[in-house]
Each structure stands twice: as structure tokens, then as C-alpha cells.
């Protein structure tokens, strides 16, 4: 006699949401989020915003606490000109690297979407932002919140005090530099003992109500800025040794050694570089972390509905959207503007799942270390942790993705009149392609390598600076002289850009 199956009633039944729903929702996502894919999260914290207030948390790069700048309204005015007119469309979600992870879902989102969102945002980045390594070593997702507050109060203290026009001339001149503000290759160095009993009188002064632009002194950090300081007598060699140079952070140097900013333009560089620093790992991680969050949600919402907690037509139209998030164009398609990061990601995830679970005799050879093992969850989450875009595509881009996605390598030599397809789909091709393609995502090889060289500050004070020009690509002049100007203003002196050849050209 057979024992009748219970039906499964599915977690909503309909386009409208309620909090209960979403409630529901989450719960279901998480038991197969943490008990299945075995993801670890920190807690999370759903808010629901308006279209108006996520065009808001577009302008300003996704954190609720920004202080204010003319350069983030502008960009609200021209998504928002966009999207009215619709020409351009709103994310369903954006998430925070914070602990709690902050997710904020669209209210005009149906219940469906919100389900796809959270199982995206809330577990899949929530995961890739608590484990991967770069975001360990670089970020403080537990203290970011109370940083933007404490960047948001000081700031508005400012423009009381010296001015908007004062305060907005120094944050113009940081944003510019904003790149070239971040340390690539350590941890930034440890603050002095000054400055750390500056910190704690900032902390007590809080307490005590008092402004902390009474406090963050030169006097307070022990900083002496005027050219009869002992270290202005030194040699050229022990000079640099002691300005620790040279120095690819810019605005670090600026803010430890102008010999014209005041200790609240100093802080305001110190913020901006601080959140520079908490953005760089995002930039490293594009193709992993979008990857991640598209093959767990893909997961997660099959799952819902092979257990019949999802109507079918909720799978479509999450099936619709995760459709067109994975699309690749092709190259002579109109809206072709490079390999797509999702479409990229989520094809290399699902590829090592067929690889650990379905592997051909090709993977067995390129892959000898997980084709075959089954454990595609473990594969992953070691991926997810241990690898940036740049290495994880030069580890476990297949010779099958290669033919799936057409790849192949075009030679841009400027002494040969035409471009050259110098790589195939043959086995010394597949190494190359997957070389080439790494590149493109390895920042130290796109991103300009501009370092503080030398600064006499009892001489005539002129900052020199050197650019590395790598395959003869020299900076774009209208752009290099722009942001000369704002390091000119920030320095108060002379400031001297040589380029130089990095190896062989």
C-alpha cells in the first residue's frame, strides 16, 4: 500500500508582497542556502526603498551614511533622467559589505523578484563578502556603518566652520585622486602612537559633546610641517627611507606629508581614501562575486521549485530575469560592451560543477584535482574564498568555456598594419587565451602605476612623481593635466610627472 504524498503549498501565490511573505521567503531560502550549498553569512538586515530612494543609493555608490558632494547629485539626475524617460532600468537590489549585510529590495519588485533578489543579495554576495580573502584583509564590514557616520558628521562640521565652497575644493581635488588612493599590495601601515591618542581623545570628545574639529590637530598628532623639522636635514637616501618612498598611495603621502593642508583637509583625504580602500576589493572581485550570487540564486530558486514552494509561473519570470542577466552579446550586437560579468561568472560556477560531477577526459587532464570528485560545493566555496577575478579565470577558465564563449586572441602590434588572431582553440592556445583573458581583469596591469618617486621639503619642494608606462600605453593628456591641477592644489608646490619604461616595450 502506498503512503499518499502531502502536497506542498507554495510560499506565495500571486505578484503582491507583504513582509510576512518576504518572512516566509527568506526562511526557505536560507534552509537550503546554509544547509545544502553549506554558505556562511552574516545576519541580514532587508530593508524595502522606493525607486526614488535606490536612484539615491545609486548616486551615492550604495552607502546609506555618504556625506554629501555635487558630483553624487549629478549622477542622481542623470540616472533619474534615464530611467523616467526609460531608457535605462533600476537594479532590483543593492547590497552593503556590512555586518549585518545591508540588502535594499524595490517596493515595485513582485513577490517573485523579491524572492530571486534575496536569495542573490541576502545569501549569495552576503556569502562572498564574509569569506572571500580580500574582503577580510581589506575591509571592516563590522565597523563601515559606524565609519560613514562618524565621515558624514565630520565633514558637515567642516562646511559649517571654513565653508561649502572650502570643503567642496578639497573633495573635488580627493575624488580625482581617488584611484590612486589605495594600498595594493599590504596592509596600509599602523597608525602612530600620535595618532592613535588623537583617536581616543576624538572618541572622548564625542562623549563629552565637544566638535572634533577642536581636537584632530597638527599639535595633536605630533606633526611638525615646517621646513626646519629634523627629517628636512636628512640625505636624498634617508629621506625617502623615512617618507617611505616610493609610494603608490598618493593620497596617503598628500595627507601624512603636504606641507600646506590643515588637519581637517587632512582627515577629509584620510575618508576618502578609506573608502577607496573598502571599495578596491569590489573592483577585483566583479566576475566572482556576480558569478557567485547568479549561481546561488540559480540554485536556490530550482530548488524551491522542485520542492513545490514556487508556482511555476513565479519560475518564469525568475527564469525571464536571470535570463537576461546571463546574456552575452554577441560582438556585433548594438549592446555588445565587453564579456559580461554574470554571464562570465555564473558559466565558469556551473562549469565546475560539471566538471566535478560530469567530467569528460579533457577535464581530467586540465582539471585533475576536482574532475570527478562530486564535491562541487566544496570546489566552490574554496574558489569563492580563496580567488580574485584575475587568478580565478587563470585556474579554472576550461578549454570548453574557451569554445562555448568563441574566445580567441587578437595581437594589437602597431608595427603591423592589421590585427592578427595569434591564438586558437588548440592546447597552447587554451593557455594562452586563458593568459590573456586574466590580464584584462589583473588591476596592477590596467590600472596606470603612478608612484610618489621623491620631495624635498627644505629645497623647492617640487613632488615628483613617476608613471611605469606599460605596452607603450602613456596617460591620456586632457585627463593627466586635470588631475595634476587638483594635486598641485593638495601639495601647494610644484608637481613633477616623469613616465618611464616598465620592462621591455
Not at 300 to 319: D, K, S
Request: net charge negative; charged share 25%.
Amino acid at each position: 500500500m502506498e503512503t499518499a504524498k502531502t502536497a506542498t503549498v507554495p510560499l506565495f501565490d500571486g505578484p503582491e508582497w507583504t513582509f510576512e511573505l518576504l518572512e516566509k521567503a527568506r526562511d526557505a531560502i536560507e534552509k537550503i542556502a546554509l544547509g545544502d550549498l553549506g554558505l556562511d553569512v552574516y545576519p541580514n538586515q532587508i530593508e524595502i526603498i522606493s525607486a526614488e530612494q535606490m536612484l539615491d543609493a545609486y548616486s551615492c555608490v550604495g552607502l546609506p551614511l555618504m556625506y554629501q558632494h555635487w558630483s553624487f547629485g549629478k549622477h542622481f539626475a542623470r540616472d533619474e533622467a534615464l530611467y523616467r524617460t526609460g531608457r535605462q532600468g533600476l537594479a532590483y537590489e543593492i547590497v552593503i559589505n556590512s555586518n549585518p549585510c545591508i540588502s535594499y529590495n524595490m517596493e515595485e519588485n513582485t513577490m517573485a523578484m523579491q524572492t530571486l533578489v534575496m536569495a542573490h543579495a541576502a545569501f549569495g554576495h552576503n556569502h562572498f563578502f564574509k569569506n572571500n580573502y580580500l574582503f577580510q584583509q581589506w575591509t571592516d564590514a563590522g565597523g563601515i556603518q559606524d565609519y560613514l557616520a562618524f565621515a558624514k558628521n565630520y565633514i558637515a562640521a567642516c562646511e559649517e566652520r571654513y565653508g561649502f565652497d572650502a570643503v567642496e575644493e578639497i573633495l573635488d581635488a580627493a575624488h580625482a585622486l581617488q584611484s590612486q588612493g589605495v594600498f595594493r599590495y599590504g596592509r596600509p601601515p599602523k597608525p602612530t602612537i600620535e595618532e592613535r591618542r588623537a583617536m581616543q581623545q576624538l572618541r572622548e570628545a564625542y562623549e563629552k559633546g565637544q566638535s572634533a574639529l577642536d581636537i584632530w590637530t597638527d599639535a595633536t598628532l605630533g606633526l611638525k610641517r615646517d621646513a626646519d623639522a629634523p627629517d628636512a636635514d636628512l640625505d636624498h637616501s634617508e629621506r625617502r627611507k623615512r617618507m617611505n618612498l616610493p609610494q603608490e598611495n598618493i593620497l596617503y603621502f598628500l595627507e601624512k606629508h603636504s606641507p600646506v593642508l590643515e588637519p581637517w583637509q587632512r582627515e577629509i583625504l584620510r575618508i576618502v581614501r578609506m573608502l577607496a580602500q573598502y571599495f578596491y576589493p569590489q573592483k577585483q572581485t566583479k566576475v566572482m562575486n556576480e558569478g557567485c550570487a547568479t549561481f546561488v540564486h540559480y540554485y536556490i530558486i530550482n530548488e524551491l521549485y522542485e520542492q513545490g514552494l514556487i508556482t511555476q509561473g513565479a519560475m518564469m519570470e525568475m527564469m525571464h530575469s536571470h535570463t537576461n542577466v546571463v546574456m552575452q552579446p554577441e560582438y556585433d550586437d548594438p549592446r555588445y560592451s565587453g564579456i559580461n560579468p554574470y554571464a562570465l561568472g555564473f558559466a565558469m560556477m556551473q562549469d565546475i560543477r560539471r566538471i566535478c560531477e560530469e567530467p569528460t577526459e579533457e577535464d581530467r587532464e586540465w582539471f585533475p584535482d576536482i574532475a570527478g570528485s562530486k564535491d562541487w560545493r566544496g570546489v566552490l566555496r574554496n574558489a569563492w574564498a580563496n580567488y580574485r577575478d584575475e587568478s580565478f579565470i587563470q585556474q579554472y577558465l576550461s578549454p570548453h568555456l574557451i569554445r562555448k564563449f568563441k574566445l580567441f586572441t587578437l595581437t594589437d602590434d602597431e608595427s603591423h598594419p592589421k590585427l592578427v588572431i595569434s591564438q586558437i582553440h588548440n592546447r597552447a592556445g587554451y593557455k594562452a587565451i586563458r593568459r590573456d583573458l586574466a590580464k584584462q581583469y589583473d588591476l596592477a596591469y590596467i590600472e596606470p602605476d603612478i608612484q610618489v618617486s621623491d620631495a624635498d621639503l627644505k629645497g623647492d619642494r617640487t613632488l615628483k612623481l613617476v608613471h611605469k608606462v606599460r605596452d607603450n600605453v602613456h596617460l591620456a593628456e586632457a585627463d593627466r593635466d586635470e588631475v595634476l591641477k587638483h594635486l598641485r592644489r593638495l601639495w601647494g608646490y610644484d608637481v613633477k610627472l616623469d613616465a618611464v619604461a616598465d620592462g621591455p616595450q
